[in-house]
């Protein structure tokens, strides 16, 4: 029997070289020893992609489109990821396809770094340990891998205490990110509007007054790939009780803070908004 080389597309370890649960990459490993399968070219596939670049973030997916995938029992869609060497970093069963044509969604792995890749992507036959499986010619897509912004803190909504007459602080902590905004839901029933000239990832409001109470703010984190959402700040607006005259105003500051700090101080100083 004669096998012509150029019909073998790779080959993997004979037991368990692709297992793995359709749907997901599974990085390709080292193997020097033991048994080997091939896969082999089916000239009678005419899968294709339409696709021929794709951009994505670690830990997210790119959607592809495709037709003439082969379907029935033992038929996948499947990838293999390449780095611009052409050296196979992971390969998975995307998809088994129910119909000819359709869309896969391709899974980025979270620890893959920024930079240029490749993917083929083909109409495969999986026969299983020690059998020959056979697939269509690869379709090609070129791969750009970024890093979205992601607001690394606050990690969790945040309730802010002001004096009235006091400013109130708001910073947020993002990666990757190359620019801010922010934005505030003043209980109007108009939702977050941009705060003009709000462009850093700390925000400093002016002087609050009781009427500002629950006034919510978020911050938006982007980059040429993306946007992050920052959780919710909330303004918590309380007065400070008028103390007698001691001729010390930081005295009757500190005096009147610490009365605040009091179980149910806050609670009972705070003026909400009816």
Known sequence: MYLDPDDVLFTSVA??????????LSAVGSYRDGAWKLTLLDQSRNFAVTETAARGNPGGNVTLHYTGAVTGEREYISVILLDEQNIPLYYGRVAKPDAASGQISVPIPGELQEGSYNLNVFSEQCNGDKRTDCASAFAQVALTVDRAPVV????APQQVAVAAGDQAVLRVTAENADA???YVD??????????????APAYTTGAVTLENDGYTYVCHARNAHGTAYSPAFTLLVYDIPVL???????????????????????GWARRRRD
């Open 180 to 182: 801010y905004q922010w």
């Open 152 to 155: 690394t803190a606050p990690d």
């Open 244 to 266: 007698p005259q001691t001729g010390d105003s930081g005295i009757a500051r500190w005096a009147a803070l610490a009365l605040l700090s009091g179980a149910g101080a806050l």
């Open 15 to 24: 037991e368990g070289g692709k297992a793995g649960e359709v749907g997901a």
């Open 186 to 199: 003043r209980g109007d029933g108009r939702g977050f509007a941009a705060l003009e000239g709000a462009t």
